[in-house]
């Protein structure tokens, strides 16, 4: 049947108040046809909606915006910065983008830092084991360059706190169905990554509801 695979997806959450997931993202437990390549989530004990990035990189999905194809994302250990050192989305299907269109993006360098004033608080995080100082600017100028080290620089990183990033794609072009009021999916029922929009009834009359971890179940019972 033409779209047989977008009809056996149904929308999922993690939790009660976490973002739908549908095409282009999938649990890791539904079918390949329910999700384009990169885009697998996961629910973990806290019942919050997981992705994982190149190089192991864990965050927290805290909004899916499918009409602008964006997602925001935070740091389930609160050391954003620790872990944009080891980010590299040239292997994932997402790109940095900023939350509003009037924003453009800058690079960002990341410093290592000792010994700085109170009044540069703002600037700085002191989330790492040995409590060693890494600050994110853009420019060195508005640190203290005697305590600072520049270490790390990131491209095209539209940031508007330091405890979220906020990521788009492309590659699925599935706004144009979202625009329409309906799903997107793959094509044919096949692998190949040709998408077509379908009827939101077929795809969306699954249950919408949250998918509690079994473990977290267990454990509320006396």
């Known amino acids: 049947m033409d779209g047989e695979g977008a009809y056996n997806c149904s929308v999922s959450r ?27 989530l996961s629910c973990d004990l806290k019942n919050r909606t997981i992705l994982i990035l190149p190089n192991s990189l864990t965050l927290i999905v805290e909004e899916i915006d499918y009409m602008s ?27 940095f983008t900023v939350a509003e269109p009037y924003l453009t993006l800058e690079n960002i360098s990341i410093f290592k830092c000792s010994g700085m ?13 040995d409590k060693t100082l890494f600050a994110v600017s853009y420019s060195l100028y508005s640190l203290p360059h005697t305590t600072c080290i520049k270490i790390h620089e990131i491209p ?13 794609w492309l590659n699925t072009n599935c706004s144009y169905c979202e625009g329409l009021e309906k ?7 096949t692998k190949q990554l040709t998408t077509q929009c379908f009827d939101r009834p077929f795809t969306t009359k699954g249950i919408d509801k949250p998918i509690f971890n079994a473990m977290i179940m267990y454990f509320s019972i006396p």
């Open 69 to 95: 194809q964006q997602i925001r994302l935070s740091d389930p250990e609160r050391c954003l910065i620790l872990k944009l050192l080891h980010l590299n989305l040239s292997e994932s299907p997402f790109s």
């Open 117 to 129: 004033p109170a009044y540069y608080r703002n600037y700085y995080s002191d989330c790492a084991s």
């Open 156 to 168: 095209s990183y539209g940031m508007t706190t330091y405890s979220v990033i906020r990521l788009s």
């Open 14 to 40: 993690c939790g009660r108040h976490g973002p739908r997931i549908h095409f282009p993202f999938r649990l890791h437990h539904q079918p390949e046809y329910c999700g384009y390549p990169g885009f697998e």
């Open 183 to 189: 799903d997107c999916g793959f094509k044919n029922y």
